[in-house]
């Protein structure tokens, strides 16, 4: 297997610091092992995707000095491979639907009963609620349009053999973890629970894209921040119950502005773009983020 990395960001604003770091990255791990260093344009939410910042994406990220093969892959090609999948899951009573708003999952997390709200990758882990019963079977009928499908982390897990998932890690896990990790479904079902799968208006999720388009552009490497740790443990999960292969990961530190702070995409003042119009190299942005 070619040694294979990725790149994936959202159109949805101006390439920063952080990004530069997670693609230059990718690029150079790629090119240390002689390997494909790919692009990926993760479109699929609409309403906030525009073609104006891929643009700006492509052309700052050649500035940086990166090259990539084209065409690259773009998730709005590919809403009928996720529905596949949706359904797949669907009919393996995997998925249920649930239309719980954030104030009543808020409400229901909120009970006595339930202790302290826990807050998960998603925000509020979900309470479980619309959970179906022990035995309940997935209908015959496809996986209803336009509502929200969460994953049912329990029957994953029963799925799955109650088996602990393993990935390595050539970075460092929120803990500074390296190696083979394993997770125990216990953590998951606490701190994780039963994430959204498919939203209405995209019909998929980051998370479910992410793993499809991972196996099928053969990525054997991802870095990413530390920030997308709890998204890896969903994408191990995901992997198995699609029967996918597992890259390897490298959780990499977090680029932030001089105040500590995390930068997000809004942080316009630290975009790639901003210091290209001051005068900035590329061989500048990268000792900005301590890479040679
Ligand atoms: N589109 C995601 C982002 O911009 C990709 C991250 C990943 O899956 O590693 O954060
Ligand atoms: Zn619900």
């Not at 494909?36 to 906030?48: A, G, P």
């Not at 509020?124 to 209803?144: D, E, F, K, L, Q």
């Not at 998370?207 to 740790?229: K, Y």
Request: proline content about 9%; some cysteine.
């Amino acid at each position: 297997m070619i040694p294979t990395t990725r790149f994936a960001p959202s159109p949805t604003g101006p390439l920063h610091l952080g990004h530069a770091y997670s693609a230059i990255l990718a690029h150079d791990m790629a090119a240390a092992q002689k390997g494909r260093f790919l692009l990926r344009i993760e479109d699929i939410d609409q309403s906030r995707s525009r073609p104006a910042w891929e643009a700006q994406i492509f052309d700052d990220l050649a500035w940086l000095g990166l090259s990539w093969p084209q065409p690259v892959m773009r998730q709005s090609a590919r809403i009928n491979i996720y529905q596949a999948a949706i359904t797949r899951l669907w009919r393996r009573g995997l998925l249920y639907p649930c239309t719980c708003t954030r104030r009543d999952i808020a409400a229901a997390a909120a009970a006595p009963q339930e202790g302290a709200p826990l807050v998960g990758p998603d925000g509020t882990v979900y309470p479980g609620t619309c959970r179906p019963g022990p035995a309940w079977c997935p209908p015959i009928s496809p996986p209803p349009a336009g509502t929200p499908l969460r994953l049912d982390m329990r029957r994953a897990e029963a799925a799955l053999g109650h088996r602990n998932l393993t990935f390595n890690e050539t970075g460092a896990a929120l803990d500074g973890r390296s190696g083979a990790i394993s997770i125990a479904w216990d953590e998951v079902q606490g701190a994780i629970g039963d994430i959204v799968l498919a939203r209405p208006a995209m019909a998929t999720s980051y998370h479910l894209s992410v793993v499809l388009d991972d196996a099928a552009q053969g990525i054997t490497l991802v870095p990413r921040g530390t920030d997308l740790f709890d998204a890896t443990v969903i994408h191990l999960i995901l992997q198995h119950l699609l029967e996918l292969p597992t890259p390897v990961y490298h959780h990499h530190r977090l680029i932030r502005d001089d105040t500590g702070k995390r930068l997000a995409k809004r942080d316009d003042a630290r975009s790639i773009r901003t210091y290209r119009h001051d005068g900035a190299t590329a061989q500048d942005i990268r000792r900005l983020i301590g890479l040679p």
